[in-house]
């Protein structure tokens, strides 16, 4: 089983950051983290990934805990555009894998 | 917009009908894989072509469901005798064998109604 575990919603406002937490407890050595996002009436898209270090990208930038049983997605300054379905997804390492996507976190951006 | 192509963007068709969605990859993508989202879910998972193969099936996928990647281009995926539980966005992604993580890229999607 590839859970993870997400809140359900979270708020925020404008060029604020936030953080959108993930609990990945049972996840294996060799799985990494991907983070997608889905906006409204469009397929997902992937925001970043990482294995054990912070991964930063012009996205997001991904916090991983030390001993990996939760991770962090982190919007700097969210806009307006981030308000979506944010994915947490256990990936294999190697070979193909077919995304387990839990409900997500649904965000909302206020003005 | 990703590179991943779908057709049509809706349907609408009665129950009984049969209908075909077409997918089409990112060019050097030789992985291409099929997911179901009905409202208020994430994406679930229907099937997986490595090129023309198709090597991994989900239990939603009933004998109703076949899907093709004929020269593992691009991917049709046919539903025959519709029923109302059907209606649901049907999407498809498509991705790199790069030999270590793999990174997903999904299509806009085609949204099903069985009337």
């Known amino acids: 089983d590839a859970k993870t575990t997400q809140p359900n919603s979270m708020e925020s406002n404008e060029e604020e950051p936030v953080h959108l937490p993930c609990n990945h407890s049972t996840i294996s050595g060799t799985d990494y983290i991907h983070w997608y996002r889905q906006l409204p009436s469009q397929g997902p898209e992937y925001v970043i990934h990482?294995?054990?270090s912070n991964v930063n990208n012009r996205m997001a930038s991904l916090a991983i805990a030390e001993d990996r049983k939760s991770s962090t997605l982190i919007l700097h300054r969210a806009t307006l555009r981030d308000a979506a379905v944010y994915y947490c997804i256990r990936t294999r390492s190697s070979g193909y894998s077919t995304l387990t996507f839990g409900k997500g976190t649904m965000l909302l951006v206020s003005p | 917009d990703t590179g991943v192509s779908q057709d049509p963007r809706h349907k609408i068709t009665k129950r009984g009908q049969n209908v075909t969605f077409r997918c089409d990859p990112i060019?050097?993508?030789?992985?291409l894989y099929w997911y179901r989202q009905t409202l208020g879910q994430g994406p679930e998972f229907l099937t997986y072509?490595?090129?023309?193969?198709?090597?991994?099936k989900s239990r939603l996928l009933s004998d109703r469901f076949s899907a093709e990647r004929p020269k593992g281009s691009f991917s049709t995926l046919e539903i025959q005798r519709t029923e109302q539980g059907d209606s649901a966005m049907y999407l498809c992604?498509?991705?790199?064998?790069?030999?270590?993580?793999?990174?997903?890229?999904f299509g806009p999607g085609t949204r099903l109604l069985v009337l």
């Open positions: 990482g294995l054990t």
């Open positions: 060019s050097e993508h030789n992985r």
């Open positions: 072509f490595q090129n023309e193969a198709q090597l991994e």
């Open positions: 992604a498509s991705s790199l064998d790069g030999g270590g993580y793999e990174t997903q890229y």
